[in-house]
Every structure is written in structure tokens, then in C-alpha cells.
């Protein structure tokens, strides 16, 4: 018969709290080890005169809590080997925020025969304290894994063990990228002792007092919480009887020029390398999409959930190299991999066809991705010389067209076509290589305005050899880096 791991929870405070029957269970046992000697219960029973051996040796070694537990968990599992009944206590209950107990879990349990006695824990002060029910909803957040998790505001946020003034200064900052800087926060201590102690501060002065191992930080449901949740709830506001007549009115068809706007105004921000205006462009553009949820929800289509389900999905299954086993060491070998797990997707969607681009996408971009398309059939040349090549003859098939007056439109577009696959084979964007040529031409046309004006010249009666004359100046003068 294995050996017997009695865990028992010791309450947020004194022996008034241990119930009777954990009481009885230390007080008969030979031997107690107990996670930490710092707690109030720990003190009472040692002052009455049980033997208690602590671990508190083992936190002063070790440079990290994890492998504090780590130590604490195998120097249990020697104590079984040697005894049938070993008495394990910790604070609070045994199965609240108790590290240790989660490693018992998963590698004592398996071997020996684990008993857990619940006790009042932490949480439950907090509810008599603060004077609020759970069922409101409760969301308890260890210090360390704030930026790992979305804070809503929708619930009560308790995060305990916050024992020294630089972990509550970490705490505060993580808050205030979700939170008001003025909300209300409770910091809450030693609760259920004669020292209890609770103080209500704005988050920006959270920090601004004394910390220790008792000490839990609170925040109430608040309603001004940034997070992805309260934009959806702003859309749906909108939509709603009594809300913004315009919003209530918008369709899928009616918005697709704003999104389209809101994309290349993004793209303007990028260039501009405006970083303050992306952000908001980002937002703007964000909204669009939650817009086009919100009216999917409504004709119960699909929600939001669904559509950040399917991305997500989507980004775990093409990246087996990081979520799965695969390797990939290059961008190139990503690419490969995407493309493989995407053709493998679309075999099972008979209704796509080979060229599935949407049909909106701006010319060039979707010459280019035409182009790609073929030349992984292996339909492509195989070096720079076939690009550049037809290049040189779809010009002359131009200047023939022109010569001829027919077949003009057609030949133009065939040059455009081969120019795009020049500048694939130069790995080159065209869309953003004409984009940059046109910001060129307009600052440089601004700047042979401006000369004219500085020499009283009226630009526009200049004859076309003559505005040359500028253009040739203002050129020259950018290439110099020449401002006058």
C-alpha cells in the first residue's frame, strides 16, 4: 500500500480560521512540514507547541520560486519513501494559488496516495471584506501573467501575493495598459488578523505604501477597461435600437469603400512612417472589421468569435514549425510550408478555382500574384533574362501597336503585365515602386513650382521647354540634398 500525502490548508490567518478537523489531523501527526513558516497560523501552532519544519530554508537558496517548488515537491516525495503518513500544510486553501500542490498533482499523485483538506482561503476574506458576491464574477490573475491575459473589467480582479513595492510597481504598470489611471483599486492585508488592513487608492498611486507576503491588490468592475471586448461592445451600442442612425443603416456592400480607404490610409501612414498616425489608422481600420462582425451577428451569420476562432486556428495550423514538430529555418522555407498546408486546405473547397485572388485587389498586386501562382506550377522562367526579354519585345509590339493605331489598349497592358514580372524577378514590389516614383514626381513637381514662384515667375505660362528648365533645377537640387 503507497504511502499517504495529507495537504492541508491552513486559512488566510490565525488558528481561529483552521477548522476543527485540520486542527485535529496536525496535532495528532509526528511530523508537519509546512510550505512556509511566515504565516500567521504556522506562529500559533508553534507557540502552542507543535513541531513544525518549514521550508523557508530552501526560498533563501534558490534564485527563483519555481525552483523553490521544484525542491519543495522532491524533498516531499523523499519523506514518503521513508514514512506511510506525511502532513504537508500551506496557506489559504491547498487548492487556491498554490503552486506546489499543482506539482504534487502531476508528479506525486501518480506514485502515492494524495489526500487534499480544503480551508478557507484568501478569497473568501476578500468577500467579506470588500462586501461583494462571486457570482458577480471573480477573475484571480497570479503578478506575473497580467500581460498574458485580456482584462476585460467585467469582473472583480484580485491578485494576491504582491509582497514587495517593485512586483506592485510592475502590477501597475501591466493594469494601466487596460485601466484607467485614476480607477478605483483596493489594497487589501493580512486579512482575517488583528493587523487587517484595507486602503482605497486611484492605480497611479498603488505602489506609494508598504508590501509583504499578505498583501493582495483588488480592482472592481470597471466599465472604462480598454480591450478588444469593449470596442465589440461600443459596434454593438451602435447598431442597437437608440443608437447612431447612420451606423444602424450600413450594410456589407455599403462599407466595403471604407474599408478600402481605411487599408490605404494605413498603407499612407507606413510610408510616411508616421508611427502616431498608424496607430490610429490601425484602429480605424480594426473598427471596419468589427463593424463587418457585428453585422454578421446580427443576421446570425457568424460573430466575432468566430472570425478571430478561424484566424487563430488558421496561424497555429500553417506554422507546424513553431506550434508543431516541422522545421524551418528560412523565411523561404516558411513560405513553402504555408503554401503546402494551403493547397492542402483547398483541396477539400472544389468551389475555388486556380486563380482565387479577390478581384478587387489593385491591378498590380494582382498581376503579381498571378504570377506567383503559375510560376509554382513551375510555369516561369528560369533566371532574369525571359523577364527582362519580354520586356524589351512587348515594347516593341507597343511601338508597332502605336504605328499601326491597333491593338494598342491590349499591347500597353501586355508591357504592364511583363514589367510586373520584371520587377517579381528583382523581388521588388511594383505597387509600392510606383507608389514611391509618385511621391517622387509630386515632391518634385511641388519643389519646380516653388523655384518659378522664388524667380516671379507665373509657372503656368511657362512653355513646356521652360517649366523643363525647372524640373531639371528641382531635380538636380534633390539629388544634392540641396534645401534652398
Known amino acids: 500500500m503507497s504511502a499517504c500525502l495529507h495537504v492541508i490548508g491552513l486559512g488566510p490567518a490565525g488558528l481561529e ?45 534558490e534564485t527563483s520560486f519555481e525552483a523553490v517548488y521544484e525542491k519543495i515537491t522532491e524533498q516531499l516525495r523523499n519523506e ?54 462571486p457570482i458577480d464574477g471573480v477573475s484571480i490573475r497570479n503578478y506575473d501573467a497580467l500581460k ?28 494601466m495598459n487596460a485601466y484607467p489611471d485614476d480607477a478605483w483599486v483596493y489594497v487589501v492585508q493580512a486579512l482575517g488578523t488583528k493587523l487587517e488592513h484595507v486602503d482605497k487608492l486611484p492605480l497611479y498611486e498603488m505602489d506609494h505604501r508598504d508590501f509583504d507576503h499578505l498583501t493582495t491588490i483588488v480592482l472592481p468592475p470597471n466599465s472604462e477597461v480598454i480591450s478588444f471586448y469593449k470596442l465589440v461592445k461600443v459596434m454593438r451600442t451602435l447598431r442597437a435600437e437608440g443608437g447612431c442612425a447612420w451606423d444602424r443603416e450600413q450594410t456589407h456592400d455599403t462599407l466595403k469603400q471604407y474599408l478600402i480607404e481605411e487599408s490605404y490610409e494605413v498603407l499612407e501612414a507606413i510610408e510616411k512612417k508616421d508611427m502616431y498616425n498608424l496607430c490610429e489608422e490601425l484602429g ?4 471596419q472589421v468589427v463593424f463587418h462582425a457585428q453585422i454578421a451577428t446580427e443576421a446570425s451569420i457568424f460573430e466575432v468569435q468566430d472570425v478571430l476562432r478561424g ?52 491591378s498590380l498586386m494582382w ?26 519585345e512587348e515594347l ?9 493605331g491597333i491593338g494598342i489598349r491590349e499591347e500597353l497592358g501586355d508591357l504592364l503585365f511583363s514589367i510586373v514580372n520584371l520587377s517579381r524577378f528583382l523581388k521588388l514590389d511594383t505597387e509600392e515602386v510606383l507608389r514611391d516614383t509618385i511621391h517622387k514626381f509630386q515632391k518634385r513637381f511641388l519643389k519646380m513650382v516653388e523655384l518659378s514662384e522664388k524667380n516671379d515667375v507665373d509657372f503656368e505660362q511657362l512653355s513646356l521647354d521652360e517649366m523643363d ?16
Open 80 to 133: 514518503l519513501k521513508k514514512r506511510a503518513e506525511v502532513i504537508y500544510t500551506v496557506p489559504g486553501h491547498p487548492m487556491v494559488a498554490e503552486r506546489t500542490v499543482q506539482l504534487i498533482a502531476e508528479r506525486l499523485a501518480p506514485e502515492y496516495n494524495v489526500v487534499i483538506h480544503p480551508a478557507m482561503s484568501f478569497v473568501d476574506e476578500i468577500f467579506r471584506v470588500l462586501k461583494f458576491d
Open 17 to 61: 480560521q483552521l477548522t476543527l478537523g485540520n486542527y485535529r489531523r496536525i496535532c495528532s501527526a509526528k511530523k508537519i512540514f509546512a510550505r512556509t513558516a511566515q504565516h500567521p497560523c504556522v506562529q500559533e501552532l508553534m507557540a502552542e507547541g507543535v513541531s513544525v519544519e518549514s521550508f523557508d530554508e530552501i526560498y533563501a537558496a
Open 284 to 287: 480605424d481600420l480594426l473598427l
Open 469 to 484: 528648365i525647372f524640373w531639371e533645377k528641382a531635380k538636380s537640387q534633390e539629388k544634392s540634398g540641396n534645401k534652398v
Open 148 to 175: 498574458d491575459v485580456e482584462l476585460t473589467g467585467r469582473e472583480w480582479l484580485v491578485i494576491p501575493q504582491v509582497y514587495n513595492k517593485l512586483i506592485a510597481s510592475e502590477v501597475k504598470l501591466d493594469l
Open 367 to 392: 498581376a503579381a500574384s498571378t504570377q506567383r501562382r503559375v510560376a509554382k506550377t513551375g510555369f516561369d522562367w528560369s533566371d532574369i533574362e525571359g523577364p527582362w526579354g519580354k520586356v524589351k
Open 311 to 362: 484566424v487563430i486556428q488558421k496561424m497555429i495550423r500553417r506554422h507546424p514549425h513553431v506550434f508543431g514538430e516541422e522545421q524551418a529555418e528560412t523565411a523561404d522555407d516558411v513560405i513553402l510550408t504555408w503554401d503546402r498546408i494551403k493547397l492542402k486546405e483547398k483541396e477539400s473547397d472544389k468551389r475555388r478555382d486556380f486563380f482565387n485572388d479577390p478581384k478587387g485587389l489593385p
Open 396 to 404: 516593341q509590339e507597343l511601338e508597332s501597336a502605336l504605328t499601326d
